[in-house]
Nanobody, 115 residues
Framework: QVQLEERGGGLVQPGGSLRLSCAAS????????MRWYRQGPGKERELVAG????????YYAPSVKGRFRISRDNDRSMAYLQMNSLKPEDTAIYYC????????WGWGTQVTVAS
């Protein structure tokens, strides 16, 4: 059973940092891409960052490039999103995603950036 569980969200002031983690289980983690999406209030879900199975290929949305860093630990079946220089517009529910015989999503973790 494929499972993704996000952790690490919370309330942070503008300019602050958070590190999200995604614990994966039920599939061969090192063979699949991992992505982070987010959905802000009143907005559509958008791709934030993606990383290939080996970690060699990485994508960032232009809005987060230079501030966010995606990584993965294939030995631990974990994916991470380090978020720095956070802005109020980064406020959203952040979701971990992979494609294993279909779309697989975690339940999400709330990130709120406010002073």
């Amino acid at each position: 059973q494929v499972q993704l569980e996000e952790r690490g969200g919370g309330l942070v002031q503008p300019g602050g940092s958070l590190r999200l983690s995604c614990a994966a289980s039920g599939f061969l983690f090192n063979s699949y891409i991992m992505r982070w999406y987010r959905q802000g209030p009143g907005k559509e879900r958008e791709l934030v960052a993606g990383i290939s199975d080996s970690g060699d290929n990485i994508y960032y949305a232009p809005s987060v490039k230079g501030r966010f860093r995606i990584s993965r630990d294939n030995d631990r079946s974990m994916a991470y999103l380090q978020m720095n220089s956070l802005k109020p517009e980064d406020t959203a529910i952040y979701y971990c995603y992979t494609y294993v015989r279909g779309d697989r999503w975690g339940w999400g973790t709330q990130v709120t950036v406010a002073s």
